[in-house]
């Protein structure tokens, strides 16, 4: 560990020392650590703390790694985090040994910053471990509250410089501010410097003699100076810091090029009008600060309108059964409210939090946690959202209304499922990359060639300044979220939920498509019933219904909802086989109902086993969804036959093929069709496929075949009214909307396409914007308009073409 030497007194130093922490100017060398020197106490300690568990690496992934502690927060500021109904908002998750809570660390700005969160359980040995979502600024922590508490890891956050910001009514949810406080100050800020520069200016513009109003040039040229340091100082500063940041890492980001043209503006404007050489350009820069930032305020804006929707307003397909009395009915999850009781079946998702009033709960947190270990909650303990329940059903009184920020959170967890890059992705990387070398090698270029070979100076630096300003290598990167992500918000409103616009990426490669059968080429709730075999007792119709009234499988539902006259029991034991069936104890009985396999049954049907004796069999008669003809014949002509596989559509089923008669007009080729299926074998298909070159896209109901919406290429779960959703797919379409299904993956090919067009009309501006600027006739003020006015245009062409291609497709894009 490295020894402390404490310099007294303070001593003046000639040579500038820098804080090996933060990188800050020290004032003196009293605060030492062997060769290391710090500008404050809380510098010093961090790196202590650091030394001490043997993480200094930190300050080797990054030059920039620490973050200034001149002014610390107080430990005793987080001592309302003891506050049991604080904790209860704060936490996501809780039980005696686990706790997960989600802070947002605006410091966070760097890979040290994220390989120091992420080794947090290092420096707190109740931390299990931490997950950092470098985008969104944020670190999920999981934690012993036996071994530490959420006190002590917000005070420990603060002690290393990642002070959590914590604002308890952002937590109810709710509508984001649509813009951030400091970039309207900055935009006030530049608006008001840009309209008066321009009014000192006005002398120029209209070609006064500059000898006519000399005394009145040389004041209006200081007030400008004046006005235009804030501007750069404020305004303009988030652009140069994040040009230093990938100066320091070694990264040439596009705000390099912005920051040289601002620079450039600045100087030689305070050159000219202090030498009185000219009137120089502060207009122009205060113009392209204020006109910058107004297009960053427009992508905020419209960014901030597709994502509101998206995770407060477009709600996933996913309802729950409420009980009121003996009474129950089916409630979409954003009507639920605080209070009311709903009924969770086996392998449903728990909504939203609450207290266990009724059964056994046997919670599935992995969703939440990661681990896969089911936790018993006893009754009248807190239960949260996102867990999900294995075995008998159980009663819930909520507590909280459902978060659909929450959900999406959950569904875009990488733990599930990440998906490659597209190409339009990759292209807009590649081109990110590259684009900031070509402009600063096209401005070089100009300002050589005017500048040496010309001989002049002055039109060598405004073909350099127009050049640094015109090009505009945003706009490849803009068309990505905006026209995907508004794609997403238009197919959610006709209730086909896209996980994130990777999803939408990857309609463009699919391939191949595979069905489940129950529950999503059937309408369930139209199949008929038959029941063949011994009469069935009174006692027996309440095993059946009692059993069945535990599970969320389409059948047994069925089955449940086919017998409304007859009450139901508690059971003793409840099981669930996920591809086989139920079994429990009712009333002293001995009941297993599900597959031949499982019950000891021969032939085909859902089989009921009592005191493990066959008492029939119910004969189920699948009616399709309407539009599955026209489903099927497009993806066959879509999808053509590839080398490795001659056919492109495919069906899986759990069941016998006693339907295969039947389903032959849909597959007429038989050997598409796969039963007896159970989920392994399905996921090993897929598998199958995939190492055969194929992209597949699963399409099931999420109950039998979790695994093989993971491991596809695109996972698309059927919600018919049940709370069957699952992190595991990539989209979630609404029953009613199955026929519409080839409208969703025409619109999703169509919006990579309007991508790949946008890259060409910013290509073209570039090319355009360049050859004009080059030839240094282009007024810096104008290329400060044209910058910013392609940023919008690009933005506002993939938007408004979406719009219109939804229209052309969808119909109708309002219809909820």
């Not at 009293?30 to 001490?52: A, H, P, Q, S, W």
């Not at 500063?237 to 890492?249: C, E, T």
């Not at 006739?777 to 392609?790: E, K």
Request: aromatic letters at 12%; hydrophobic letters at 40%.
């Amino acid at each position: 560990m490295a020894s402390s030497t404490l310099l007294q007194p303070k001593n003046k130093v000639d040579v500038q020392l820098t804080c090996y922490h933060c990188h800050e100017k020290c004032e003196d060398d009293r605060l030492r650590l062997d060769d290391k020197y710090f500008c404050c106490d809380g510098c010093k300690m961090v790196f202590e703390i650091l030394n001490t568990h043997g993480l200094c690496n930190y300050y080797q992934l990054d030059d920039n790694a620490g973050v200034s502690l001149k002014n610390p927060k107080s430990s005793k500021s987080y001592a309302y985090l003891d506050d049991p109904e604080v904790q209860e908002k704060l936490l996501e998750f809780s039980s005696e040994h686990k706790s997960q809570v989600t802070f947002y660390l605006p410091q966070m700005h760097c890979a040290s910053c994220i390989w120091l969160l992420e080794n947090l359980y290092k420096l707190d040995q109740g931390v299990i471990n931490a997950r950092v979502n470098f985008l969104k600024k944020t670190v999920t922590v999981a934690f012993d509250p036996a071994e530490t508490s959420l006190r002590k890891i917000a005070t420990l956050l603060n002690s290393i410089g990642y002070a959590p910001e914590i604002n308890l009514g952002d937590i109810e949810g709710g509508e984001a501010p649509k813009i951030n406080r400091k970039l309207a100050y900055q935009i006030g800020l530049a608006g008001f410097a840009f309209g008066n520069i321009m009014l000192f200016s006005f002398p120029d513009y209209v070609g006064m003699d500059q000898q006519t109003y000399e005394w009145f040039a040389g004041i209006f040229g200081y007030l400008s100076i004046v006005l235009a340091i804030p501007v750069l100082l404020y305004s303009a500063k988030d652009y140069f810091i994040s040009a230093w940041q990938g100066l320091r890492s070694r990264q040439l980001n596009i705000d390099i090029p912005l920051c040289l043209a601002l620079g450039s503006l600045f100087f030689r404007s305070i050159w000219e009008i202090l030498t009185h050489s000219g009137p120089g350009y502060l207009d122009s820069f205060a113009g392209l600060t204020f006109l910058l930032l107004t297009g960053r305020w427009f992508q905020q804006r419209t960014w901030h309108e597709l994502s509101f929707e998206r995770d407060y307003k477009s709600y996933f397909p996913v309802a729950a059964t409420v009980k009121s009395g003996d009474e129950e009915r089916i409630v979409a999850i954003q009507r639920l409210v605080p209070g009311d009781i709903i009924l969770v079946r086996s392998q449903e998702l728990i909504p939203a939090d609450g207290i266990l009033l009724k059964g056994s709960a046997l919670v599935d947190y992995s969703f939440v946690t990661g681990e896969a270990v089911p936790v018993a909650v006893k009754s009248g303990d807190r239960i949260f959202a996102g867990g999900k329940q294995i075995g008998e059903s159980i009663e819930i009184s909520l507590t909280r209304r459902v978060s659909q920020s929450s959900l999406t959170r959950l569904w875009n967890d990488n733990a599930f499922k990440t998906h490659e890059k597209g190409n339009v992705t990759k292209l807009a990387d590649q081109a990110g990359r590259i684009f900031s070398w070509i402009i600063l090698a096209v401005g070089g270029g100009a300002f050589l060639y005017w500048g040496l070979i010309e001989q002049s100076f002055s039109t060598g630096l405004n073909a350099f300044t127009a050049v640094m300003i015109v090009a505009c290598p945003c706009t490849v990167a803009l068309s990505i979220p905006f026209t995907l992500g508004n794609l997403m918000r238009l197919m959610g409103r006709r209730r086909f939920y896209l996980k994130n616009m990777k999803v939408v990426e990857a309609f463009a490669n699919i391939n191949t498509v595979v069905f489940d059968k129950t529950g999503t080429i059937t309408n369930v709730a139209e199949q008929q019933f038959q029941f063949h075999g011994k009469p069935l007792g009174y006692d027996e119709k309440v095993a059946i219904r009692s059993l069945t009234r535990h599970s969320s499988h389409p059948l047994s539902r069925r089955i449940y909802d086919s017998m409304p006259q007859v009450p139901f029991e508690k059971p003793d034991q409840f099981e669930e086989i996920p591809g086989q069936g139920i079994r429990g104890m009712i009333c002293g009985l001995e009941v297993k109902i599900g597959s031949a396999a499982f019950t000891g049954g021969k032939g085909q049907g859902v089989f009921v086993s009592i005191d493990d004796q066959i008492h029939g069999y119910y004969e189920v008669k699948s009616r399709y969804r309407n539009g599955l003809e026209h489903v099927l014949d497009f993806f066959r002509n879509k999808f053509k036959p590839t080398p490795s596989s001659k056919e492109q559509v495919w069906l899986l089923s759990g069941d016998h093929d006693q339907e295969a008669v039947r389903l032959k007009p849909y597959f007429p080729e038989t050997s598409t069709m796969k039963f007896n299926q159970s989920p392994q074998d399905k996921l090993d298909f897929i598998n199958n496929l995939q190492h055969s070159g194929n992209k597949v896209m699963m399409i099931g109901d999420g109950l039998n075949d979790a695994g093989a919406l993971l491991q596809s290429d695109l996972g698309v779960v059927i919600a018919e009214d049940t709370n069957n959703f699952t992190p595991a797919c990539d989209a979630i379409l609404h029953a009613d909307e199955f026929s519409n299904l080839p409208k969703f993956v025409q619109l999703a090919r169509r919006g990579v396409n309007i991508v790949h067009w946008s890259y060409a009309v910013a290509f073209t501006y570039n090319l355009i914007g360049l050859a004009y600027a080059v030839t240094g006739q282009l007024s810096p003020l104008v290329a400060a308009v044209l910058m910013p006015t392609s940023s919008i245009s690009i933005v506002l062409f993939g938007v408004l073409l979406g719009n219109y291609y939804a229209k052309q497709i969808l119909g109708d894009t309002e219809r909820a």
